[in-house]
């Protein structure tokens, strides 16, 4: 089972690299309060994939491609 997020490109400026942050909302387990936070995930694009920075995406986990690279993009919205 491979783990899919959906998130919004932040960064475009590497080269055949994204960098995608993922907000989540959980509740905390004893206050019961909403807490959203995000994360940066840096993914592999393919270069007939047009993107900018704002598009929302799903990236998908894969075998590592290069040291902080586990990720690729799948879906463009």
């Known amino acids: 089972m ?3 997020l959906t998130g919004k490109i932040t960064s475009t400026k590497m080269a055949k690299t994204v960098v995608v942050e993922v ?3 959980y509740s905390h387990p004893m206050y019961k309060k909403i807490i959203r936070s995000h994360k940066k995930y840096k993914a592999h694009v393919e270069d007939d994939m047009k993107l900018t920075v704002g598009d929302l995406v799903d990236i998908s986990e894969t075998r590592p491609i290069s ?3 586990k990720f ?3 879906k463009k919205y």
């Open 23 to 25: 907000k989540r909302a």
């Open 67 to 69: 040291k902080q690279k």
């Open 2 to 4: 491979t783990k899919v």
């Open 72 to 74: 690729k993009v799948i």
